[in-house]
T-cell receptor, first 112, second 113 residues
Framework: QKEVEQDPGPLSVPEGAIVSLNCTYS??????FMWYRQYSRKGPELLMYTYSSGNKEDGRFTAQVDKSSKYISLFIRDSQPSDSATYLCAMSANSGYSTLTFGKGTMLLVSP | ETGVTQSPTHLIKTRGQQVTLRCSSQSGHNTVSWYQQALGQGPQFIFQ???????GRGNFPPRFSGLQFPNYSSELNVNALELDDSALYLC????????????FGPGTRLLVL
């Protein structure tokens, strides 16, 4: 079992749809949870950063963390074609050094 | 504020050769982490440098080595290149050793023939 599981997709939605992206994990030591967006052949761009459980909202993006279920989500409201990218979840345990453990990424395609 | 930069952007090498990749960290950041991202996969942690010392290492062989300089820029060296080393190599900088946010550069795409 991989430490972080993420459905690779692709996930295809029409413009304006609400998108839900998810990751599950097995390591209960993870405390920091991040979502990165990666366009083709580019470096990952940080979208959301959450510590421990709870919700965080930033514009059209909402991140949720449920540590009891070892499950994190990213919601995108009013999706746009420019949101088409691969979304990577990442997490760290802060065990002396902040290595990030990533999921495989979910490819999102938003059609006009 | 200057972001994370990496050079070169692309590189083609043959099996058995050696390669050096470079990274300049974001202004104010003293920690650099290197990741390898194979096609269709998430980034895999190679190692991290904090104030010029290796501060942690992932499951990569010793032929992957690195350096961090007093200005916190960093190099990743790979010896005896193998075909499976073909990947996007990402550098990320952060401001400490803990759970602080890591900011990524654009990456160097390495192709080993």
């Amino acid at each position: 079992q991989k430490e972080v599981e993420q459905d690779p997709g692709p996930l295809s939605v029409p413009e304006g749809a609400i998108v839900s992206l998810n990751c599950t994990y097995s390591n209960s030591a993870f405390q920091y949870f991040m979502w990165y967006r990666q366009y083709s052949r580019k470096g990952p761009e940080l979208l959301m950063y959450t510590y421990s459980s709870g919700n965080k909202e930033d514009g059209r993006f909402t991140a949720q963390v449920d540590k009891s279920s070892k499950y994190i989500s990213l919601f995108i409201r009013d999706s746009q074609p420019s949101d088409s990218a691969t979304y990577l979840c990442a997490m760290s345990a802060n065990s002396g050094y902040s290595t990030l453990t990533f999921g495989k990424g979910t490819m999102l395609l938003v059609s006009p | 504020e200057t972001g994370v930069t990496q050079s070169p952007t692309h590189l083609i090498k043959t099996r058995g050769q050696q390669v050096t990749l470079r990274c300049s960290s974001q202004s104010g950041h003293n920690t650099v982490s290197w990741y390898q991202q194979a096609l269709g996969q998430g980034p895999q942690f190679i190692f991290q440098y904090y104030r010029e010392e290796e501060n942690g290492r992932g499951n990569f062989p010793p032929r992957f080595s690195g350096l961090q300089f007093p200005n916190y820029s960093s190099e990743l060296n790979v010896n005896a290149l193998e075909l499976d080393d073909s990947a996007l190599y990402l550098c990320a900088s952060s401001s400490g050793q803990g759970g602080e946010t890591q900011y990524f550069g654009p990456g160097t795409r390495l192709l080993v023939l």
